[in-house]
């Protein structure tokens, strides 16, 4: 599988663009969302120095047919809300790839996270050009399946390990006690379960958004 995270360049029309853009010190993370045949619904929880005000203004925009505030407190809230014009899960419905959340939009750009094939996500690309939304892409990277990154003795021995607690804090399960449990040698279990917490670490690693080197991004 691709993962791929986009920014998403949002244009006027869609409320939480021209809401984020007169509010650009406010976030916007949509926690929930589905497509309807027409009209959009969702969950978003604000967070903004004068939330009431993105409040109105996310209430009075054209483009929001119903909402309902269901929390909040000094700095935030959460709404949901039904828009006549939720363009990023058209660009998903038609391309058949699933947006993953939240989704993040500050100051008109939403940042995405999406993961499948390539052929989708060329697919959504190419939705995102019919629609008008000008994107681009943060990073791309492959994706494998936990399967397929350790051997099947390897993924049992680490299973087996989070059960009888090895890995809990503090441990209640001790190295000894888990090779006892499943009938290895205490030097073959320790190498075999070092060999898949070196792989299992690696790709958590490698799954990590990149990192900008400081200096560059400075020039």
């Known amino acids: 599988m691709t993962q791929a995270r986009l920014v998403v360049d949002l244009p006027d029309g869609p409320w939480v663009a021209d809401v984020s853009r ?13 497509p309807g045949d027409g009209p959009g619904f969702a969950l978003v929880w604000i967070t903004a120095p004068d939330v009431g005000a993105v409040l109105d203004a996310m209430e009075s925009h054209p ?27 058209i660009a998903a419905k038609r391309s058949g790839i699933p947006i993953e959340m939240p989704v993040e939009i500050e100051n008109g750009d939403a940042t995405i996270d999406v993961t499948g094939a390539h052929d989708r996500l060329s697919e959504l690309g190419r939705q995102f050009d019919e629609l008008g939304l000008d994107f681009r892409v943060k990073y ?14 390897q993924q049992d021995l680490l299973l087996r390990a989070v059960e009888e607690g090895y890995y809990d804090t503090p441990r209640t399960c001790s190295l000894t006690e888990l090779a006892d449990r499943v009938d290895l040698a205490k030097s073959t279990c320790s190498e075999t379960l070092h060999r898949a ?13 990149p990192q900008v080197d400081a200096d560059a991004a400075a020039q």
């Open 140 to 153: 791309i990277q492959e994706r494998l399946q936990a399967s397929q990154l350790l051997t099947e003795t």
């Open 63 to 89: 483009s929001v047919t119903d909402m309902s505030v269901m929390g909040r407190a000094d700095h935030e809230a959460t709404v949901q809300f039904e828009t006549s014009a939720p363009m990023l899960l």
């Open 197 to 209: 917490e070196e792989v299992v670490v690696k790709q958590f690693v490698e799954d990590l958004p």
């Open 22 to 34: 007169e509010f650009p010190a406010a976030t916007f993370q949509v926690i929930a969302a589905l």
